[in-house]
């Protein structure tokens, strides 16, 4: 039905009659919506109360001004409730001296707020107040019904199951988060939901191939702002508009009229691990269901679930970009993307970054407590660019040298005697294993006969039985184990070490970049005599295989 039209005409008053100037209140909850409450429905008020003015048959006058909804909208909050907010404005500009409800569950969001409306504020402003059901109410017909004892009561109860409601919503949704669905209302910015299935995501192409390119730019030596900038300048709806003009009603409260990219939305999108097929959500919670703010919460109480949906990009990736944010790399003024050794440079003796200068043309690198903050508090440490770039550059080509030497010396071990007699081992303590489950599976099958026969009390059956359960269990646990062991074996032999791979495919370099400094380097020291030492990200896995080599060069010795 559609909603009547407001109508504010003022009909002669007599000594006998008074006008009532009428507003419908209606309220649908989100949780009535989900429920296809129909006993509830907007539809289903509006007939219940245009039925109650239809039948006023009292000398005096009712004229209906307007109907207010909330359609989908919380009772526990005022603020998220327009039309409501809109009631309001009406009765303090005198055009509505009279409201109706079909009952104060639909009216107010818990009983303090009942009873501050019921008992002053309609009382302030003359207003006659209505409820049909659950509590009837007329503060016209009867002042004092308002203050009856049934009336706050109801209100609890309406609070009562507010709260429950709520509760039960919130278990919902957390069983929901824990099986890795998607309860958003909207998608995050790359994807959109699934038409086939509302709770899993598909790729947005459109939106996925800005996400590409906000990667690719920060690892390439972008930073943050100059994406932004870039963004904008492009004319690239920020997430916002863009859901909005696909014909999303999306509304972010922290953007303006106009919204832009701004360096939080990019950093959010570089840390967000939805964008390698992790469902992440539960990242911020209300504070009760009457306090709608938002609180964020610890990323160890997050729902993450791996895997959930298609990645925009790939693991790899995404893991140097975090190491990447972790750094200092502050932009030069005037510079849209990083210098190479922006933030892998530390002092050796006070641990600080170093600074970046030029003079006459050369490039220096200094220790910053030194040149900033106190010469007597750390030394010069200076170093120049090009000295640097080629010192770094020799050692990451002799690691590359070594990982293909490892690679020769890993692949004669896994095709050496020692890994087949390895094998062999687990093979046989995988069957004697077998044998012995079926040996205990035979001995528990025939406990009941024995039991039947009167060879067993029913007490020492219970007893023996659960023995052999027990004895089964860590036979089923140690073949697992025993398998998983073999098969790491099997693997370590087919597939390359991915340490010895991430050197190997920088087999002919010939110049550094910041993406090999970010997937293999660490950081860098410098020393007061200009000497350095350059830390691997890798050094720890080098380490554990030249161990690794060395044991089995002297087991085959031996």
């Known amino acids: 039905m559609a909603r009547p039209k407001a109508r504010y005409e003022i009909l002669p008053k007599t000594s006998k009659s008074k006008t009532w100037y009428v507003g419908f209140y209606i309220r649908l909850s989100r949780e009535d919506s989900r429920g296809n409450d129909e006993s509830e429905s907007v539809h289903n008020q509006r007939l219940i109360l245009t039925d109650w003015l239809n039948n006023q048959f009292d000398d005096d006058k009712y004229v209906l001004v307007d109907e207010f909804v909330d359609d989908g909208v919380s009772g526990t909050t005022d603020e998220e409730r327009p039309d409501f907010q809109r009631l309001l404005r009406f009765i303090e500009a005198g055009k509505i001296n009279c409201v109706v409800v079909k009952n104060l569950a639909r009216s107010f969001r818990n009983h303090a707020d009942q009873g501050y409306y019921l008992e002053d504020w309609f009382v302030i402003h003359q207003v006659r107040f209505v ?142 691990r939805l964008y390698v097929g992790d469902m992440v959500q539960g990242r911020y919670r209300v504070r009760s269901y009457k306090i709608h703010i938002q609180d964020a919460v ?61 003079v006459k043309g ?49 692949a004669h071990v896994d095709k050496a005697p020692l890994k087949k007699s390895q094998s062999s081992k687990l093979d046989g303590l995988i069957a004697a294993k077998g044998r012995e489950l079926a040996k205990v599976t035979r001995y528990k099958q025939s406990l009941y006969q024995d039991w039947k026969d009167g060879n067993l009390t029913h007490k020492d059956y219970r007893q023996m039985y659960e023995d052999y359960e027990r004895r089964m269990e860590n036979i089923d646990t140690a073949i697992e184990n025993l398998t998983a062991e073999r098969a790491e074996l099997e693997k370590s032999t087919e597939a390359e070490n991915p340490v010895l791979t991430a050197y190997r495919k920088y087999e002919n370099i010939d110049k550094l970049t910041r ?37 089995n060069r002297h087991s085959g010795a031996g």
């Open 131 to 272: 409820s049909l059901y659950q509590q009837p109410i007329d503060t016209y017909k009867d002042p004092y019904g308002a203050t009856n004892i049934g009336v706050p009561v109801q209100g609890v109860l309406n609070e009562s199951h507010a709260k429950d409601t709520s509760e039960n919503v919130r278990k919902v949704f957390d069983k929901k988060r824990e099986k890795g669905l998607h309860i958003g209302s909207f998608a995050a910015y790359g994807y959109k939901k699934n038409p086939e299935d509302k709770n899993a995501l598909v790729i947005d192409e459109e939106a996925a191939e800005v996400v590409r390119d906000i990667f690719s730019w920060f690892l390439d030596g972008m930073s943050k702002n100059a994406i932004v900038q870039t963004l904008n300048e492009r004319g690239v709806l920020c997430p916002s508009l863009y859901k909005r003009s696909k014909g999303m009603k999306y509304k972010n409260p922290n953007a303006g009229n106009q919204p832009l990219w701004n360096a939080k939305t990019v950093t959010q999108m570089l840390k967000n």
């Open 298 to 358: 610890p990323e160890e109480e997050w729902f993450i679930v791996e895997n959930t949906h298609e990645p925009i990009i790939d693991r790899e990736r995404f893991a140097q970009v975090q190491e990447l944010l972790k750094r200092d790399t502050r932009m030069a003024p005037g510079k849209k993307k990083l210098y190479l050794f922006s933030g892998f440079l530390r002092c050796a003796d006070c641990g600080k970054s170093m600074c970046r200068s030029e």
């Open 362 to 410: 050369t490039v220096y690198y200094f220790c910053r407590t030194y040149k900033e903050q106190s010469k007597a508090a750390c030394t010069k440490h200076s170093i120049k660019h090009n000295l640097l770039e080629a010192a770094v550059l020799y050692v990451i080509q002799q690691q590359v040298h070594m990982a293909d030497a490892y690679a020769e010396v890993m």
């Open 515 to 551: 993406d090999i400094l970010i997937e293999l380097v660490d950081h860098i020291q410098v020393f007061e005599n200009g000497s350095i030492s350059v830390r691997l990200k890798h050094s720890d896995e080098i380490r554990r295989m030249e161990e690794s080599i060395e044991a």
